[in-house]
C-alpha cells in the first residue's frame, strides 16, 4: 500500500463526488423503476421501460466510452500542465458525442417500431406497445445527455468534480417530481403511464444540460475554456485521439452491444424475466456503483503519473488499486446479498411471486460475481486506461464478450432450455474470470504506455 497522501486525497477528491453521482442516479433509475412497475399489472410497463432503457443503456455506453477515450490523453496532459491540447480534446470529443447522439435519435424516431421488436417477443402485444411510446419520447434526451456528461466526464480528468453533485440532485429532483406528478396524474395533470415517465426523464435531461454549460463556462476557472474553443479542431490530435482514446470508446461500445443482444435475449422469454432482470439490474447498479466511481480516480491518479514518466510511482499505485478494490468488492457483494429480498419486495411487480422468486435467485447469483466485477474494474477501467493500456482491454473484453458470454447464453437459453436463473448466470460468467487475466496483466510493466507528445 502506498504511503502518498497525495494519492489518497486526489483518488478520494474524484472519487467521492463520481460515487455521490452514481448514487443519485441510481436513486433517480430506482424511482423511475419503481413508479413504474405500479401501472397496470406492473409486469408489463416495467417489461417494456426496461427493454427500451437496455437500448438507452447502449446509447450511454457509446457517449461515456468516446468521454472516457479523453481521459486517456487529458489526464496525461493534464500531468503536463498542457492545456492548449486539453482544449483541442475537448473539442474533438464533443464532436464525436453529438454526431453519434443525433445518429440515435434519428435511428429511434424513424424506427421505434422495428427497433423495439429486436428487443421484445412480438407475442408480447402490450410490452411492445408500451415500449414503443416510450420509446419514440425518450431518445430526444439522447442529445441533451451527450452535450451534458461529454463535458462532465472530460473535466472529471482535470478534477473538476463539484459540478457533478449539482447536476444528480438537479436530476433527482426534477426526475422524481415529474414521474409522480406525470406518471400517476397529480396537480391536474392526466396521467400518462409510461408516456410521462418517458417525459420526465427528457426534462431532467435538459435540465443536466443546461447546468452543466452554464457552470463549465461561466464558473469554474480550473480549465479556462470558452464555447468556441469546442470548434477548434486539430489534425494531430484527431489522429492520437483515434489511436489512444478509441479503443476506449470500442471497448465501451461493444461490450454494451453485448448487453443490448443479451438483453434482445432475455426479451424472447417473457414479460416475468424481463421484469426479473430490470430488478435485478438495478441492483447490480447499486453494487457497482462506488467500485466505478473510484476506478475513474484510479485513472486520473495513474494516468498524471504516467504523464510526468514517474513508472516507479505507477507501480506503486496499482497494487495499492488493486487491494482496495477487492476489499470493496467483498464488502459490496454481502451487502447486495443481505438486501435482496427487501429490495425485491419495493416494486409493484414482485407482488407476481414468480417474479419474486426470480428477482431474488438472480441477485443471489449477481453477489457472487460482484468481487470479480469489482476487481476487474478497477484494473481495466482505472489502472489500464489510465496507463495508455486501452487496447488490450478492447480485446479482453470483445473476446469474452463475443466468444464466451453471449455464445453460451444463447445455448442456454434457446438449445438447452436452461432454468432462468442459470440463463441469467451465463449472461455474467465473464465476471468469474476476467479477474485472473487483470492480475496477471499487471504483474509486468507491458500496460504503462506514455501517449503524450
Not at 408489463?44 to 468521454?67: D, E, H, K, P
Not at 475513474?296 to 487491494?323: F, L, N, P
Not at 437459453?413 to 485472473?436: E, G, M, N, S, Y
Amino acid at each position: 500500500m502506498t504511503r502518498d497522501k497525495e494519492f489518497y486525497r486526489t483518488i478520494f477528491r474524484i472519487a467521492l463526488p463520481s460515487a455521490f453521482q452514481a448514487l443519485v442516479s441510481f436513486l433517480v433509475v430506482i424511482a423511475d423503476n419503481i413508479m413504474v412497475s405500479f401501472i397496470g399489472d406492473g409486469v408489463s410497463a416495467q417489461a417494456a421501460v426496461s427493454q427500451v432503457n437496455s437500448i438507452t443503456a447502449f446509447y450511454t455506453a457509446a457517449i461515456l466510452g468516446l468521454t472516457g477515450g479523453s481521459a486517456v490523453l487529458i489526464s496525461q496532459y493534464w500531468g503536463k500542465g498542457d492545456t492548449a491540447s486539453i482544449r483541442r480534446v475537448f473539442a474533438i470529443v464533443m464532436t464525436v458525442c453529438a454526431g453519434t447522439a443525433a445518429l440515435f435519435t434519428a435511428a429511434a424516431l424513424l424506427f421505434p417500431q422495428a427497433i423495439v421488436e429486436i428487443m421484445v417477443k412480438s407475442s408480447e402485444a402490450a410490452v411492445v406497445s408500451d415500449a414503443v411510446l416510450y420509446f419514440s419520447i425518450v431518445c430526444l434526451s439522447y442529445l441533451p445527455y451527450a452535450l451534458s456528461y461529454s463535458l462532465v466526464g472530460m473535466l472529471r480528468s482535470v478534477e473538476v468534480v463539484k459540478i457533478t453533485l449539482i447536476i444528480t440532485v438537479a436530476a433527482l429532483a426534477t426526475n422524481i417530481g415529474l414521474n409522480y406528478v406525470l406518471i400517476f396524474g397529480k396537480l391536474g395533470f392526466p396521467a400518462m403511464g409510461v408516456a410521462g415517465a418517458a417525459i420526465a426523464t427528457v426534462a431532467a435531461r435538459v435540465v443536466e444540460m443546461l447546468i452543466v454549460w452554464f457552470y463549465t463556462f461561466r464558473v469554474q476557472k480550473k480549465l479556462p475554456i470558452r464555447p468556441a474553443d469546442l470548434f477548434h479542431h486539430d489534425r494531430q490530435m484527431w489522429r492520437d485521439y483515434a489511436k489512444y482514446g478509441l479503443p476506449v470508446a470500442v471497448t465501451d461500445i461493444q461490450w454494451s452491444l453485448v448487453g443490448i443482444l443479451k438483453a434482445a435475449i432475455i426479451g424472447q422469454m417473457g414479460a416475468v424475466f424481463m421484469a426479473a432482470n430490470s430488478i435485478s439490474n438495478s441492483m447490480a447498479d447499486l453494487g457497482t456503483l462506488f467500485t466505478f466511481a473510484l476506478a475513474g480516480g484510479a485513472c486520473v491518479v495513474v494516468g498524471k503519473a504516467v504523464g510526468k514518466g514517474d513508472y516507479a510511482r505507477v507501480r506503486e499505485y496499482s497494487k495499492t488499486i488493486q487491494i482496495l478494490f477487492a476489499l470493496i468488492g467483498v464488502v459490496m457483494a454481502a451487502v447486495v446479498f443481505l438486501l435482496r429480498k427487501p429490495f425485491v419486495a419495493l416494486y409493484g411487480s414482485a407482488s407476481d411471486p414468480q417474479v419474486y422468486a426470480l428477482s431474488v435467485a438472480m441477485i443471489s447469483i449477481l453477489s457472487v460475481t460482484l468481487v470479480g466485477t469489482s476487481y476487474h474494474a478497477s484494473c481495466f477501467v482505472g489502472i489500464n486506461r489510465g496507463a495508455g493500456d486501452s487496447r488490450f482491454v478492447a480485446m479482453v473484453d470483445m473476446i469474452c464478450g463475443w466468444l464466451v458470454v453471449l455464445p453460451l447464453t444463447a445455448l442456454a437459453a434457446f438449445v438447452w432450455h436452461a432454468p432462468l436463473p442459470i440463463v441469467f448466470l451465463c449472461t455474467r460468467i465473464d465476471q468469474c474470470f476476467k479477474w485472473i487475466i487483470a492480475f496477471f496483466r499487471l504483474r509486468g510493466s507491458k500496460w504503462i504506455k506514455n501517449v503524450t507528445r
